[in-house]
């Protein structure tokens, strides 16, 4: 567990999933999956495109609360679809591999 200041992804996955095991009357959470997928996928849609507009914003502190929007939105999708965050975790240790082994081969380094 990280300290109480901090959650990282793999906990906030799990308490998304705990929240699909076990719903809770009122849980935004909850009304994510209550609605759907389309409502779920609209939502990715719509913090994808705040991100991007907050990049634009000089005030890093709109970035990173639209950041974590996103990420949150992009739990409940996983969670939706039935992927885990180690089935991502592990798809991104497959890429490191990949990309150390580039680094000698340059004409593969855009990768
Ligand atoms: N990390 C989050 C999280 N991030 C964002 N949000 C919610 O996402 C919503 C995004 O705001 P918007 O203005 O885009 O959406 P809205 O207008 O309220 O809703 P829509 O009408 O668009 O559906 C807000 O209601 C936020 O509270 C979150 N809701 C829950 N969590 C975590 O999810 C877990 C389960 O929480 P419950 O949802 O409370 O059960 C806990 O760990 C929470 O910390």
């Known amino acids: 567990m990280t300290k109480a200041t901090e959650q990282d992804l793999d906990e906030l996955y799990q308490?998304?999933?705990?929240?699909?095991?076990?719903?809770?009357?009122g849980?935004?959470?909850?009304y994510l999956f209550t609605k759907g997928l389309d409502k779920i996928l609209k939502?990715?849609?719509e913090e994808s495109?705040?991100?991007i507009v907050a990049s634009k914003n000089p005030e890093r502190s709109e970035l990173i609360y639209e950041t974590a929007d996103l990420l949150y939105h992009l739990m409940v999708l996983l969670a939706e679809q039935g992927?885990?965050?180690?089935?991502?975790?592990?798809e991104l240790?497959?890429?490191e591999g990949l990309l150390s082994?580039?680094?000698d081969r340059p004409e593969i380094k855009d990768l």
């Open 15 to 25: 308490a998304v999933l705990e929240r699909k095991a076990n719903p809770k009357k």
């Open 27 to 30: 849980s935004y959470t909850d």
């Open 43 to 45: 939502k990715v849609g």
């Open 49 to 51: 495109t705040e991100v």
């Open 83 to 90: 992927v885990s965050y180690s089935e991502i975790k592990a």
């Open 93 to 95: 240790a497959k890429r």
């Open 101 to 103: 082994k580039t680094k």
